[in-house]
């Protein structure tokens, strides 16, 4: 199954989709990524992993998104892409590509949804005095960080935890969890 990741930063769990991807006996392989950001981290691990990795700038499309999104598409047609993955990529989609992509587009979100959807997971987690905080893959619908959840992965939260450190403990299970997740829905949906 072709699959390609958008990210926006430092594409950690771009990498670990990459590295797993590549294993030979792996349901998937990643084979674009796209960043809005041309000074995304991700783009040269990418393309130091072998993976196609170009830049798409948001910023000059100003409010235009379709316009933005219009490039994205053209670019993961033209990669022959089946399933698309977010990885921390910092752009709202539009209904179009939300539609475009329906059933075939995953996420990877720093909590355990339903709770704190949104950005600064971790601080709210934190201030809510929560025992337990973790990571989810979901499907993305029109609803930000509020589609169908395809798996999960827990984490403790420690008594000194801070939002940095939690993060980083949550980020690794997210390393674990997203490419488990992704194989296992690629299964699912392509080999019935
Ligand atoms: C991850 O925590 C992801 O869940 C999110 O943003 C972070 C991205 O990190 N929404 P990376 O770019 O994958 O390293």
């Known amino acids: 199954v072709r699959v390609a990741v958008l990210i926006s930063g430092a594409g950690s769990n771009m990498a670990a989709l990459i590295d797993a991807g590549q294993r030979p006996d792996a349901p998937y392989e990643v084979v674009l990524v796209v960043s809005n950001d041309p000074d995304a981290g991700g783009l040269a691990i990418a393309r130091a992993k072998g993976v196609a990795a170009v830049a798409i700038d948001h910023r000059p499309f100003g409010k235009d998104r379709a316009g933005h999104e219009a490039l994205v ?9 089946q399933i ?4 921390g990529y910092m752009r709202l989609l539009t209904p179009w ?3 475009r992509w329906a059933d075939r587009l995953v996420n990877i979100h720093p909590s355990l949804l339903p709770r704190y959807p949104g950005l600064d997971t971790h601080a709210r987690a934190l201030a809510a005095g929560d025992s337990v905080a973790g990571c ?3 499907l993305v619908t029109e609803g930000v960080d509020e589609g169908p959840i395809l798996a999960q992965a827990q984490v403790s939260v420690l008594k000194d935890d801070t939002p940095t450190s939690l993060s980083q403990r ?3 299970a997210e390393h674990a969890l997203y490419p488990e997740a992704l194989a296992r829905f690629c299964i699912d949906r392509f080999r019935p």
């Open 73 to 81: 598409q053209a670019q993961l047609a033209a990669a022959e892409t």
């Open 84 to 87: 698309v993955a977010l990885a």
């Open 97 to 99: 590509l939300v539609g």
């Open 136 to 138: 989810t893959v979901h």
């Open 170 to 172: 949550v980020l690794a």
